[in-house]
């Protein structure tokens, strides 16, 4: 009786693991009845059993190489739909599957999708043609996988038929981010953009740059070995080789290109660090290899082969060297683990590779842990042969093995796919009765996530949810930009050039702004500056023209008027250097120029105001202080030399430069950059005390004759000055940006023409409109009116004084010493005006001495 039995169990196995696919149904590894159907593809062998080099015969063969860790992220799939359905997320709607296994072969995944497209409840079992598929009702609702992303790539244009949504745990190609080509294509782990990014930063950062890199000739390896060479050139990572195995695994092909790769390795000896981008089944051949040759590197590993427990489990993994993983975020895997020691309760008929395991398993439960894996890669290879006792105890008394080859980044990837599927199914369901089937179509749910999709100019923030599909989508904030759907962040702007506005999807690049030419203000400053030169010169003609008149002789004579003159055509010019894009040359010129004129101009107009007090002056002490005092040339020298050794040093210790100023955050501020403050208002206070020291002296030479007064015109002008620079300081420091030269102008043509017109036009006007009183006998005849205004005034003066002697004469004839020196004022007095009596009496062109006549 137990010989019966074994034999009948032998016969069993013996079928199960050598018939090819007979049926559609027998196509399918696990299925689950529900309202919903999810599919599922999974490579859980790594390739078909064929006899040929290539397929004779248009069907499909027996799968060997069974994958343990594959195998496991398909248990993790059923587990998070059960997990759902014993939920409260989908009440009263149980969510189902059909999964298949693809042997990492894009031609049976593709049988796989033609039976996901199949008419719902059609025994046929047929895809139907229709031009419309929006109210078609296909067998499954959305498809989770594949893992690999070539074969992803193929099953999404299938899909993209009928938009059918494909969630993918593990392809991480870039290109199935192109939502034009793949728009029902969605991941739960990010695409290799990122990855080799990172490598590539890594491998800078690490101080090495010259490397190889190793790929397969599919679409995976193409693309990854595409995106991170630019990313290595980015970063100046040079490659010194790059080694594609071809993406089939045969024996005799593999093994050759191994080889030459090894060759290729041990040749380049300065080559430390080799970038692995292959499959887990390239892998663990290639290493295999590296062992047997004793080469010891660096290798960066793709997320691809990273965690893969097929690789770690490689004995004397160790020799091959340093290994660099890139690998998927982790989740909690307490609940997976604990589903593992349940899988006793799953062994049916409805799930193959759950039973296939379980022979495999019972055929190796004689082998020790650490040969475990093997031995089971090994006997699935080909039929079974063995007898095996399938009960229940000794299938699973080894059930830590499952969780110590479960990859959790994979494992946590699929249960995010799940998930999503099932908050999309539940925003469908809430309107709707979703145990019928045909209540709504795949394509609907591409409409329908936990969240909705960041628009570019947002970013993902995390709720209190615990899955990372639930988010808020927050806009990204000033200067910060996102240019792709759901991103995790944003990106900042490089805030010296370039510029944001809140929830951007691009950086703007700043506009640079000085006062232009073309400004509105500008042009009314010009105007002015050009309005004042043409006075300047104009008033020069109208001096040269009349030379030898006593109101250009008064005015010191042409060569001064000139000097001042020509200091006001550079003060007027010298506005021009604060318009226009700042230079370097114009920064340094401006204030040089300014400052030196004006100084140059004010020391002149000093001198003048002194020759004017000196002329007029009849108090002899304060007459000899002015004559010493008087030495036009070496004064006017003086004064602006002084203001030459500032501004020299200015130049020389802390020079104007041109400067960006960033801190507006649109804009970027060209402008002259002072250098120093100090020598600034140095130059400027300067300039200050000259204009208020000719204040003084004119202010004492107000009440001169008429055509001699320009002192209290002189006075008005630095008034003028002073309002103006005065409010110059506060307006100045309070303003910012392009304008600010502009105040700086406004400020020198109202001292400018404040000066101007004060010293010259009064003249202008009586050379122009008042001839008959420039003339000589005119000028004699008004100074002989202020001697005789003055003469009077002294001679009242003598008379108060005479009483006021006899007064204290009288009152203090004791004082004697007093009174004598009384008497010699008044002696003094009266011979003063006795003089100008006697002068006033006389022809007017004698009564002044020769000296002061000339010097008037």
């Given at each position: 009786?137990?010989?019966?039995i074994?034999?009948i169990?032998y016969?069993?196995?013996?079928l199960?693991?050598?018939q090819?696919?007979?049926?559609?149904?027998?196509?399918?590894?696990?299925t689950?009845?529900?309202?919903?159907?999810?599919?599922?593809?999974?490579?859980?062998?790594?390739?078909?059993?064929?006899s040929?080099?290539?397929?004779?015969?248009?069907?499909?063969?027996?799968?060997?190489?069974?994958?343990?860790?594959v195998?496991?992220?398909?248990?993790?799939?059923?587990?998070s739909?059960e997990?759902i359905?014993n939920?409260?997320?989908?009440?009263?709607v149980?969510?189902?599957?059909?999964?298949?296994d693809?042997?990492t072969?894009v031609?049976?995944?593709m049988?796989?999708?033609?039976?996901?497209?199949?008419?719902f409840?059609?025994?046929?079992?047929t895809?139907?043609f229709q031009?419309?598929?929006?109210?078609?009702?296909?067998?499954?609702?959305?498809?989770?996988?594949?893992?690999?992303?070539?074969?992803?790539?193929a099953?999404?244009?299938?899909?993209?038929?009928?938009?059918m949504?494909?969630?993918?745990y593990e392809?991480?190609?870039?290109?199935?981010?192109?939502k034009?080509?793949?728009?029902?294509f969605?991941?739960?782990?990010?695409?290799?953009?990122?990855?080799?990014?990172?490598?590539?930063?890594?491998?800078?950062?690490?101080?090495?740059?010259?490397?190889?890199?190793?790929?397969?000739?599919?679409?995976?390896?193409?693309?990854?070995?595409d995106t991170?060479?630019?990313q290595?050139?980015?970063?100046?990572?040079c490659?010194?080789?790059?080694e594609v195995?071809p993406a089939v695994?045969?024996?005799?092909?593999?093994e050759?290109?191994?080889n030459q790769?090894?060759?290729k390795?041990i040749a380049?000896?300065?080559?430390?660090?080799?970038v692995?981008?292959l499959r887990?089944?390239?892998?663990?051949?290639?290493?295999?290899?590296?062992?047997?040759?004793?080469i010891?590197?660096i290798?960066?590993?793709s997320?691809?082969?990273s965690?893969?427990?097929?690789i770690?489990?490689?004995?004397?993994?160790?020799k091959?060297?340093?290994?660099?993983?890139?690998?998927?975020?982790?989740?909690?895997?307490?609940s997976?683990?604990s589903?593992?020691?349940t899988?006793?309760?799953?062994?049916?008929?409805?799930?193959?590779?759950l039973?296939e395991?379980?022979?495999?398993?019972?055929a190796?439960e004689?082998v020790?842990?650490?040969?475990?894996?093997?031995c089971?890669?090994n006997?699935?290879?080909?039929?079974?042969?063995?007898e095996a006792?399938m009960?229940?105890?000794?299938?699973?008394?080894r059930?830590?093995?499952?969780?110590?080859?479960?990859?959790?980044?994979?494992?946590?990837s699929?249960?995010l796919?799940?998930?999503?599927?099932?908050?999309a199914?539940?925003d469908l369901?809430?309107?709707?009765?979703?145990?019928n089937?045909?209540?709504?179509?795949?394509w609907e749910?591409i409409l329908?996530?936990?969240?909705?999709?960041?628009?570019p100019?947002?970013m993902?923030?995390?709720t209190?949810?615990?899955?990372?599909?639930?988010?808020?989508?927050?806009s990204?904030?000033e200067?910060?930009y996102?240019?792709?759907?759901d991103?995790d962040?944003?990106l900042?702007?490089?805030?010296?050039?370039?510029?944001?506005?809140v929830?951007?999807?691009?950086?703007?690049?700043?506009?640079?702004?000085y006062l232009?030419?073309?400004?509105?203000?500008?042009?009314?400053l010009?105007?002015?500056?050009?309005?004042?030169?043409?006075?300047v010169?104009?008033?020069?003609?109208?001096?040269?023209?009349?030379?030898?008149t006593?109101?250009v002789?008064s005015?010191?004579?042409l060569?001064?008027?000139?000097?001042?003159?020509?200091c006001?055509?550079?003060n007027f010019a010298?506005?021009?250097f604060?318009?226009?894009?700042?230079?370097?040359?114009?920064?340094?010129?401006?204030?040089?120029?300014?400052?030196?004129?004006?100084?140059?101009?004010?020391?002149c107009i000093?001198?003048?105001s002194?020759?004017?007090?000196?002329?007029?002056?009849?108090?002899?002490k304060?007459?000899?202080?002015?004559?010493?005092?008087?030495?036009?040339?070496?004064?006017?020298?003086?004064?602006?030399?002084?203001?030459?050794?500032?501004?020299t040093?200015?130049l020389?210790?802390a020079?104007p430069?041109v400067e960006?100023n960033?801190?507006?955050?649109?804009?970027i501020?060209?402008?002259c950059?002072?250098?120093?403050?100090?020598?600034?208002?140095?130059?400027l206070?300067?300039?200050?005390?000259l204009?208020?020291?000719?204040?003084?002296?004119a202010?004492?030479?107000?009440?001169?004759?008429?055509n001699?007064?320009e002192?209290?015109?002189?006075?008005?002008?630095?008034l003028?000055?002073?309002?103006?620079?005065?409010t110059f300081?506060?307006?100045y420091?309070?303003t910012?940006?392009?304008y600010?030269?502009?105040?700086?102008?406004?400020?020198i043509?109202?001292?400018?023409?404040?000066?101007?017109?004060?010293?010259?036009f009064?003249?202008?006007y009586?050379?122009l409109?008042?001839?008959?009183?420039?003339?000589?006998?005119?000028f004699?005849?008004?100074?002989?009116?202020?001697?005789?205004?003055?003469?009077?005034?002294?001679a009242?003066?003598?008379v108060s004084?005479?009483?006021?002697?006899?007064?204290?004469?009288?009152?203090?004839?004791?004082l004697g010493?007093?009174?004598a020196?009384?008497?010699?004022?008044?002696?003094l007095?009266?011979?003063?005006?006795?003089?100008?009596?006697?002068?006033?009496?006389?022809n007017v062109?004698?009564?002044?001495?020769?000296?002061?006549?000339?010097?008037?």
């Amino acid at each position: 009786m137990a010989l019966l039995i074994v034999v009948i169990i032998y016969l069993v196995i013996i079928l199960a693991t050598s018939q090819s696919c007979q049926a559609p149904d027998d196509f399918v590894a696990a299925t689950s009845p529900g309202h919903i159907m999810i599919g599922g593809l999974f490579a859980i062998h790594e390739k078909m059993l064929s006899s040929e080099e290539h397929p004779r015969r248009p069907q499909i063969q027996k799968c060997v190489g069974f994958e343990i860790s594959v195998f496991l992220q398909t248990l993790a799939m059923i587990h998070s739909i059960e997990t759902i359905n014993n939920s409260t997320l989908l009440s009263g709607v149980k969510l189902g599957y059909e999964i298949y296994d693809t042997c990492t072969e894009v031609t049976v995944a593709m049988a796989a999708t033609l039976r996901f497209l199949s008419k719902f409840n059609c025994s046929r079992e047929t895809v139907a043609f229709q031009c419309d598929y929006s109210s078609y009702v296909p067998r499954v609702k959305a498809v989770i996988g594949a893992g690999y992303s070539e074969i992803t790539m193929a099953v999404s244009r299938m899909l993209n038929l009928q938009l059918m949504p494909q969630v993918s745990y593990e392809s991480t190609a870039e290109i199935l981010s192109d939502k034009m080509r793949f728009p029902s294509f969605l991941r739960t782990v990010p695409s290799d953009f990122y990855q080799t990014k990172a490598m590539a930063h890594l491998i800078q950062k690490s101080g090495w740059n010259w490397i190889g890199i190793i790929t397969t000739d599919d679409d995976y390896g193409r693309l990854a070995l595409d995106t991170f060479a630019i990313q290595a050139a980015a970063n100046n990572v040079c490659i010194a080789f790059k080694e594609v195995f071809p993406a089939v695994l045969s024996a005799n092909t593999i093994e050759v290109r191994i080889n030459q790769t090894l060759e290729k390795i041990i040749a380049e000896t300065q080559v430390n660090v080799i970038v692995v981008f292959l499959r887990k089944f390239h892998a663990f051949s290639l290493f295999h290899k590296v062992i047997e040759r004793n080469i010891n590197k660096i290798w960066i590993a793709s997320d691809n082969w990273s965690t893969a427990a097929k690789i770690i489990t490689i004995p004397d993994i160790k020799k091959i060297g340093k290994v660099v993983g890139f690998t998927f975020r982790r989740g909690n895997m307490s609940s997976f683990h604990s589903f593992l020691q349940t899988l006793h309760m799953y062994l049916n008929d409805n799930n193959k590779p759950l039973r296939e395991y379980a022979m495999l398993f019972s055929a190796c439960e004689h082998v020790k842990d650490s040969e475990l894996s093997k031995c089971i890669s090994n006997y699935s290879q080909e039929s079974l042969t063995y007898e095996a006792n399938m009960t229940e105890k000794s299938i699973f008394m080894r059930n830590d093995f499952l969780g110590q080859y479960s990859e959790p980044g994979l494992i946590h990837s699929i249960q995010l796919a799940v998930l999503a599927l099932g908050y999309a199914i539940r925003d469908l369901c809430r309107v709707r009765d979703c145990q019928n089937p045909s209540t709504f179509q795949p394509w609907e749910q591409i409409l329908s996530k936990c969240s909705k999709e960041c628009s570019p100019g947002q970013m993902k923030k995390t709720t209190g949810s615990q899955h990372i599909c639930c988010y808020e989508c927050v806009s990204c904030p000033e200067n910060h930009y996102s240019n792709q759907t759901d991103m995790d962040r944003c990106l900042l702007c490089n805030n010296k050039t370039h510029w944001a506005p809140v929830r951007s999807a691009m950086c703007f690049e700043k506009e640079v702004e000085y006062l232009n030419w073309n400004d509105s203000l500008a042009i009314l400053l010009v105007a002015l500056s050009l309005l004042g030169i043409t006075l300047v010169l104009a008033i020069g003609i109208i001096f040269t023209r009349n030379l030898n008149t006593p109101v250009v002789k008064s005015s010191g004579g042409l060569m001064v008027c000139y000097v001042i003159l020509l200091c006001h055509f550079l003060n007027f010019a010298s506005t021009g250097f604060f318009i226009g894009e700042p230079q370097d040359f114009t920064c340094k010129t401006r204030q040089t120029l300014f400052g030196v004129s004006f100084t140059l101009c004010v020391s002149c107009i000093l001198m003048k105001s002194l020759k004017i007090l000196l002329a007029f002056s009849f108090d002899p002490k304060l007459q000899n202080f002015l004559k010493c005092l008087y030495k036009p040339v070496p004064i006017v020298l003086t004064c602006t030399g002084i203001q030459v050794v500032i501004c020299t040093l200015w130049l020389i210790f802390a020079e104007p430069a041109v400067e960006e100023n960033i801190s507006l955050p649109r804009i970027i501020i060209l402008e002259c950059e002072e250098g120093s403050i100090l020598a600034f208002g140095t130059m400027l206070g300067y300039i200050a005390i000259l204009a208020f020291i000719c204040f003084i002296i004119a202010f004492k030479g107000r009440k001169l004759p008429e055509n001699y007064n320009e002192a209290k015109f002189i006075t008005f002008g630095m008034l003028i000055y002073f309002i103006a620079w005065i409010t110059f300081i506060p307006v100045y420091a309070t303003t910012f940006g392009k304008y600010l030269p502009a105040v700086e102008i406004i400020v020198i043509l109202i001292s400018n023409y404040g000066i101007l017109c004060c010293t010259f036009f009064p003249k202008c006007y009586v050379i122009l409109y008042k001839q008959e009183t420039n003339t000589k006998s005119a000028f004699l005849k008004m100074i002989y009116s202020y001697s005789s205004h003055s003469a009077d005034s002294l001679a009242m003066s003598h008379v108060s004084m005479d009483s006021i002697n006899d007064n204290i004469t009288m009152t203090n004839p004791s004082l004697g010493d007093k009174s004598a020196a009384l008497q010699k004022d008044k002696d003094l007095q009266e011979q003063t005006l006795a003089h100008i009596c006697r002068e006033n009496s006389a022809n007017v062109s004698k009564t002044l001495p020769r000296k002061r006549i000339s010097s008037i």
